[in-house]
């Protein structure tokens, strides 16, 4: 595909979007618009399926709703409501040390830029443009595997790691796009476009898509 293509392609990516179901931290930014759920949603997501992240975070927010909850509950507390998401040992401790660098470094607040969220336990330029575009709805472009993945195979781009990707985009994607691209293409990853076997032959944007016109 060609950059004068996105355009039809977000178009086309809304569409089958609204089709499926949409994935978990877009659910919780939608229910919650807290930059404090979004966050700890988004750090319990990684490496981990979206039904079992949505059982933590109903679980987890059931008690813990702000910095403050998470310095009161208990590190073995905190294992058990979040189990078994990927990595919960360490995603707990990542967890109970977030409000103490809040504090020392925020004064308490969650900040809005990507720069500063990757101060905090835990979190990497993923998380923190996922962050800044669901949890404060400012632009920021999440690269993760199906962002990378599916970016790549259109031809929108040709890169090697999510974060050439993310740099990549940041320069050829309209501003306009940026916050959807995630959600859009997360989806569209979970969905049809997986990482073996894609569904090209019936894919909605099989007549822009490089990979799939080559399938
Ligand atoms: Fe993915 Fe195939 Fe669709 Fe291209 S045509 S976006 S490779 S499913």
Known sequence: MNIADIPAVHRALKRAYKAVRAPVIDLVAAQTHDPFR???GTILSARTKD?????????LFAKVRTPGDLRRISLANLEKLIFP?????????HLKALP???????????????EALCELPGVGRKTANLVVALGFDKDGICVDVHVHRISNRLGLLKTRTPLETEMELRRILPRRFWKTWNSYLVAFGQTRCFPRRPLCETCPLLRWCDTGRRN
Do not use: S
């Open 38 to 40: 979004v966050l700890v």
């Open 85 to 93: 998401v990927g990595f919960y040992h360490t995603k707990a401790k």
């Open 100 to 114: 103490d660098v809040l504090d020392e470094k925020f004064g308490g607040v969650i900040p809005d830029t990507v």
């Open 51 to 59: 039904q079992t992240t949505a059982g933590a975070c109903e679980r």
